[in-house]
């Protein structure tokens, strides 16, 4: 006998290769005492990623007009049909958006000692970084009903690091 409130995981049938499509543009000019300075921008888009969709999710927000509908009085929250449990399904519903802007400055080998100094300040978007996470994070959203996946947990990625600085040198 089947359980209908048991949790259910598929994949769709029909999965599309993820895609990447990079741009950038930088200049570069040569400074004084054999010293080079680059600045750049870099942008990546990543379209049709590895995603998951919580079709039968949890509405625990009561400002919701269909939640008392739907969940009755006095429920703190409960699922959007409430005769089945869990409905998880992963397909490429996936997206992601990075922007930087890199700075470098770089002294070529002069006298036993090469110099390199770069700062990159960026901004990664996306809306699936932990797909595959135990701990219930983005790929499990709370409150989806009746919003997709995609506008509520489209937020700086898990990835996201704002600054960078590194400095290295040889002698």
Known sequence: VLNPYASQTSIIANLLDPRTYNWNLSMQRELPAQFT???????T???HLYAQNQLNPYINDPNNPD?????GNGATYCRVNENRGSILVRDNTGDS???ALQAEV???????????GNYTWSKTIDDVSEIFTTGNYSAYPLVQYPTPR???????????RRQ???ITYVY
């Not at 300075?37 to 942008?43: A, K, N, Q, S």
């Not at 939640?67 to 969940?71: E, G, L, Y």
């Open 97 to 99: 958006n990075y922007h």
């Open 67 to 71: 939640f008392q509908n739907i969940c």
């Open 45 to 47: 888009r990543g379209t």
């Open 106 to 116: 770089a002294r070529k080998m002069a006298k036993g000692l090469e110099l390199r």
């Open 37 to 43: 300075f680059t600045l750049g921008y870099v942008g």
């Open 150 to 160: 995609g506008l509520y947990d489209r937020s700086p990625s898990t990835l996201d």
């Open 164 to 166: 960078r600085i590194s």
